[in-house]
């Protein structure tokens, strides 16, 4: 193990490893607390300068106010609208593409494969023209729809290199058995490969969900009413409505990162195994 | 020796035969058209725009290398290029800070784990968010920021509001998620380094940094790569943190290529779709570089399998 366990250390350094943790989270975690507690003041702290202080009372009347009297709970509504179906149509689609480019054995599989890889690194504007374009033709510019169907199609390029790289290190010996019994390829597809990826599945919907959640540049351009924008967007027009109204700007970022949050917390052993997929051999 | 009959029989339909070659493209249809009109021909038709002149509305007008030579000239888009330029090079020391944190948290006290997802959890935040918490941070006059640099040089500084420090104000900001997303890389990473190797370096003699580069690092590589990957991506896609900090002020000190094309294409006072595209180009251009690193590297590593 590396660095050297701190258990074979002398009791002085185990002890200031000890006191050092909680000091080092705090300082790393300082603006999020800094929110979390404006969050939680009324106005007239701030006004009267209690900055840093603890508040005087617990001014939970902040989170009422940006949900209900600020429409919040709308955006909230609209990221849900979208990221939930992106989730579920990105993960089939790449379940199919997987098994595709995991399992056969055909010319052009690489090649079909890093274009899925490389066009996941682009950059988002070298797409916005035409896809805004594109949008409007089809009569969906500022409809979720309009940003379901580009975050279905953009994500599966992720989606389909984590699944590929699942399909293809699961033992060759299942399909083959399997074809040898005459099973056709879609029941292998359906019977015998869908169920050994549900690892994969659960790992990639909550990746999927954050980075849908948290997206901020399709928001903006593909969609434009409080009616159909997602809340990363919501929230910044708002934050120009509050011009530093800081109790309300706080309490509106922490109920627009909760769900992601509260994902990750649910989900966290397949959330770290999607992000780390290939970074040990 | 005379020839066998087929042992599946004349029965054999035409899809029974040919199921094994079509399949693969069958279950390919879907997702290879879903991305080829939404991100493959996209990329074909932001070239072909970056040559005409368009509004987005009335008929497009052809103007060959107009729009690449107005950008030559265009003092915004040099500094938009110069700060991608600082966001590139800055948004690296993620990469080392990753790793001093992950080495730090490679510990098995109790509650560790705990601490590992809490140090991790920027990530998981919308940089929308993540820009809201560092304005806040910046804030002149209460910003924790500001009253610490009041304390040390008397007077206080709001980062976001001076043209000169804005920029590194918000890569500062973006480091903080990508810090985070490295060091779980690394984690991950160091939980998988052959505890026999380090044993046998120990009683070699090696430790500390010594260690850490000959021995740790060389197994650590994978997760290298896949950091310094999301890295450069991340550098090169930062739009959400300057369009939420400061919206590419202060006197559009803060642009940076990707906010500034969306600025040109989208801005208030008439589109700009052609010369956006052509901002796009170039943009995809210099990131193409690194794609076609990443990919050739991948390939080369499928190749050796």
């Known amino acids: 193990m590396f660095p050297r366990p701190i258990a074979q250390r002398s009791r002085a350094a185990q002890l200031t490893y000890q006191a050092l943790l909680p000091v080092a989270l705090i300082l790393w975690l300082l603006p999020l607390l800094g929110i979390a507690m404006t969050s939680i003041k009324p106005s007239s702290d701030l006004a009267a300068g209690n900055y840093f202080g603890l508040p005087t009372h617990i001014a939970i009347e902040n989170y009422w106010t940006v949900l209900f009297d600020f429409d919040l709970w709308k955006y909230i509504r609209n990221s849900f609208i979208v990221t939930i179906p992106t989730v579920i149509g990105s993960v089939a689609l790449s379940c199919l593409t997987g098994f595709a480019l995991g399992i056969y054995r055909f010319k052009g599989n690489l090649l079909i494969f890093f274009m899925f890889v490389a066009g996941n690194f682009v950059p988002f504007q070298i797409l916005m023209v035409p896809v805004r374009d594109l949008t409007l033709n089809l009569g969906m510019y500022n409809t979720p729809q309009a940003l379901i169907l580009f975050h279905i199609a953009f994500q599966t390029g992720f989606c389909t290199l984590f699944m590929r790289n699942f399909i293809a290190a699961l033992p060759r010996e299942l399909i083959e058995a399997a074809r040898v019994e005459g099973v056709a390829e879609w029941r292998i597809f359906w019977f015998v490969v869908l169920p050994l990826m549900k690892p994969a599945i659960a790992a990639l919907s909550v990746l999927i969900f954050t980075f849908i959640w948290n997206d901020f540049f399709w928001a903006t351009v593909l969609t434009t009413s409080a009616e159909t924008r997602p809340v990363t967007a919501g929230l910044s027009s708002l934050n120009g409505q509050w011009v530093a109204a800081w109790h309300l700007v706080s309490a509106g970022s922490i109920v627009a990162a909760l769900p992601p949050v509260a994902m990750f917390f649910l989900m966290q052993k397949h959330f770290i195994a999607g992000l780390t997929l290939g970074a040990v051999k | ?305």
């Open chain 2, 1 to 305: 020796m005379t020839a066998l009959p087929d042992a599946h029989g004349p029965k054999r339909s035409w899809w029974k035969s040919n199921q094994q070659k079509l399949t693969p493209w069958l279950f390919l249809a879907p997702g290879i058209f879903m991305f080829a009109v939404y991100v493959v021909w996209p990329i074909f038709a932001s070239f072909q725009f970056s040559f005409y002149d368009w509004d987005g509305l009335s008929p497009k007008e052809w103007v060959g290398w107009g729009n690449y030579q107005e950008l030559w000239g265009d003092r915004n888009f040099i500094i938009s290029l110069k700060n991608n330029l600082i966001w590139l090079v800055l948004y690296m020391l993620a990469v080392p800070a990753g790793l001093g944190i992950a080495i730090f948290l490679n510990q098995t006290v109790s509650g560790i784990r705990i601490y590992k997802s809490l140090f991790f959890f920027p990530f998981v935040i919308s940089q929308v968010v993540v820009g809201l918490m560092f304005a806040w941070f910046y804030a002149p006059n209460f910003g924790l920021f500001f009253q610490l640099t009041e304390w040390l040089f008397g007077t206080g500084t709001a980062v976001l509001a001076n043209p000169d420090y804005a920029t590194y104000g918000i890569i500062v900001a973006g480091l903080w998620p990508q810090i985070a997303y490295c060091m779980i890389l690394y984690l991950t990473g160091l939980n998988n380094v052959a505890p026999d190797q380090i044993e046998a370096a120990r009683l070699d003699g090696a430790k500390g940094l010594k260690m850490l580069w000959y021995v740790v690092l060389p197994q650590l590589r994978p997760a290298t790569f896949i950091a310094v990957v999301v890295t450069v991506i991340g550098a090169l896609r930062s739009f959400d943190l300057v369009s939420i900090m400061t919206n590419g002020g202060p006197f559009g000190q803060t642009r940076v290529l990707s906010f500034y094309m969306y600025e040109k294409a989208l801005s208030e006072y008439g589109y700009r779709m052609g010369y956006g595209a052509a901002i796009a180009v170039v943009l995809f251009l210099i990131m193409m570089v690194f794609i076609a690193g990443f990919v050739w590297k991948m390939v080369r590593d499928e190749r050796g399998h």
